[in-house]
């Protein structure tokens, strides 16, 4: 089996351990909101890593495990310009390949990464396209930046709000999405994941650099 290079759901496997919390990764993982490498709440129970070719035997242990992915760097000696034409030209070659015959689902922070995307949709000229932004009651308006990209591109926009005190009705839900195992203090797109689904069906998202899409 493959598990993905970004997986939207966990894969646990056994090890040789006493089934017991493992305190050193919950400390962690109250610290960071994310449990860190392979670990979980429990001693015995890890997850297989991303990008892995894997095989579990009938105790649900690894028996095979092998990395299929690995960072490619070798630097060349190019000019800025260049850099940013071949990545332009790769990150909308790569647009038109996934997100083709996709409603597709923008959500425009207003940083660099959501203009980025922007860009690229707009030039290969994707013709379904739905965009969002949100900001908080009563705070600063974050929408302003994603409406005013949206509108440079000729995206439809929603502008969305996320009113004090969301989470509480929504906590169980976010509980059986997440299984606990990421922070729960900031889930503020559960407060419009109901308008959010209306959009499309594919989310183009963009966090720390690395674009991915979901279904």
């Keep these: 089996m493959q598990n993905p290079i970004i997986p939207v759901n966990p894969v646990f496997y056994k090890e040789n351990e006493r089934h017991e919390l493992d305190y050193k990764a919950i400390a962690l993982f ?13 001693k ?3 997850v297989v890593p991303p990008a892995t070719t894997y095989s579990l035997n009938e ?8 990395p299929y992915f690995n960072w490619y760097y070798k630097p060349r000696d190019i000019s800025f310009d260049d850099a940013v034409e071949e ?11 996934q997100t083709n015959g996709k409603n597709v689902i923008l959500p425009l922070s207003g940083g ?5 995307q922007a860009l690229a949709l707009k030039a290969i000229g994707h013709p379904n396209v739905a965009s969002y932004s949100y900001k908080f ?9 994603g409406k005013k990209i949206a509108k440079e591109c000729g995206f439809p926009f929603k502008e969305l709000e996320i009113p004090r005190g969301y989470l509480w009705n929504r906590i169980d ?6 299984n606990c195992y990421s922070d729960f203090t900031h889930p503020r797109q559960m407060a419009v994941i109901d308008e959010i689904s ?18």
């Design 30 to 42: 109250v610290a960071t909101g994310f449990f860190l490498d392979r670990d979980t709440f429990w």
């Design 59 to 66: 105790n649900d242990e690894i028996s095979v495990e092998e």
């Design 173 to 178: 839900e976010l509980a059986q999405i997440n």
């Design 112 to 116: 660099l990464d959501s203009r980025s």
């Design 137 to 145: 009651a009563h705070s600063f308006d974050e929408t302003g930046f």
């Design 44 to 46: 015995d129970l890890k």
């Design 198 to 215: 209306e959009l499309g069906n594919l989310f183009y998202l963009g966090h720390w650099g690395m674009f991915y899409l979901m279904t």
């Design 87 to 97: 990545f332009s030209n790769l990150l909308e070659s790569i647009t038109a390949e």
